[in-house]
C-alpha cells in the first residue's frame, strides 16, 4: 500500500526542501513543486527517496493558475491520498515602496498568497476524509518592512488566510501557518546585515533546520490544533 502524499511547494531547495525532508522522514510520499531549480530538485528528490519513500518532482510556475491545475493532474495521477500540503513557495524583493513597479508587486502577491489560496482549494477537494495544510510565513508579516513591501504584505495576507480557512475547512481539514524568523540568508541581505539582524536576536542565532523541522512535525502530529501561527524565530518577534 502506498504511503500517504504530501505536496511540498519550492521544495528544491532553502526552506522548502526541509519541509520535504521532514515528511519524508515522517513516513509520507513526497510530491515535490519546483520551478527553476532543476539541478536542486534532482538532488532533493534522492535525498527523499533515501528515506524509503516515494518522490515525484512536479515543475510548475504557480503564478499561473492554469499550472496550478496541471499541478494536480499530475498529483492525482500519483494514486496516493493527499494528506499534508505545505505552502512553501515565495518571492521576497526589495524595493522603495514609493517606487515598486506593479508588475513586481504583481508576482509577489501572485505567488506568495493567491498561489496558496488556490493550492488550498485543490487540496481540500481532494481530502475528503482529513488533512492538513501548512503556510509558510515569516515573522515580518507582523512587522513593517518598508524595504520589502510587496513580502511583508502578502506574508500578513497569508496568516490571515490561515485562519479564514481554518475555519471554513473545520473540522476535515486543519489549517495552520509556520513563522520563521532568521533561518537561511537571502540573496537580498548582505553578510554584514545578516550577522547585525543575528546579534540583534535574544537567542543570538539563525534558526537550525531541524528547529524548523520539528514544527512542522509538530503541526503533523498534534490533531487539535487549527488556525494557528507557530514563530519559529528566536525571538524576533520581540524585538
Known amino acids: 500500500m502506498m504511503n500517504a502524499l504530501a505536496l511540498v511547494t519550492g521544495s528544491a531547495h532553502r526552506l522548502g526542501k526541509v519541509f520535504a525532508l521532514e515528511l519524508a522522514r515522517l ?18 528528490v534522492k535525498e527523499i527517496r533515501a528515506f524509503g519513500v516515494e518522490c515525484l518532482p512536479i515543475r510548475a510556475d504557480l503564478t499561473l493558475p492554469e499550472k496550478i491545475d496541471f499541478l494536480f493532474s499530475l498529483v492525482d495521477e500519483f494514486k496516493a491520498p493527499l494528506k499534508v500540503l505545505v505552502n512553501s ?4 524583493t526589495a524595493a522603495n515602496p514609493t ?35 501548512v503556510n509558510i510565513t515569516d515573522v515580518g508579516a507582523q512587522k513593517a518592512w518598508s524595504r520589502y513591501p510587496a513580502y511583508t504584505v ?35 541581505v548582505t553578510a554584514e546585515e545578516w550577522n ?17 523541522a520539528s514544527a512542522l512535525e509538530f503541526l503533523v502530529k498534534n490533531e487539535y490544533i487549527t488556525g494557528q501561527t507557530i514563530a519559529v524565530d528566536g525571538g524576533y518577534s520581540l524585538i
Open 99 to 133: 517606487e515598486m513597479e506593479t508588475a513586481e508587486w504583481d508576482l509577489a502577491l501572485d505567488l506568495n498568497l493567491r498561489a496558496p489560496f488556490l493550492l488550498a482549494q485543490r487540496a481540500a477537494e481532494r481530502m475528503t476524509t482529513g488533512g492538513l495544510i
Open 89 to 92: 513557495a515565495a518571492v521576497m
Open 27 to 44: 513516513g509520507y510520499s513526497v510530491a515535490l513543486h519546483y520551478r527553476g531549480s532543476a539541478d536542486e530538485a534532482d538532488h532533493t
Open 154 to 188: 502578502s506574508k500578513a495576507g497569508l496568516e490571515s488566510l490561515t485562519k479564514v480557512l481554518a475555519r471554513a475547512l473545520a473540522p476535515t481539514i486543519r489549517v495552520n501557518a509556520i513563522a520563521p524568523g532568521l533561518a537561511l540568508p537571502s540573496e537580498v
Open 196 to 212: 547585525r539582524l543575528l546579534t540583534k536576536l535574544p537567542l543570538k542565532r539563525a534558526a537550525k533546520a531541524e528547529e524548523l
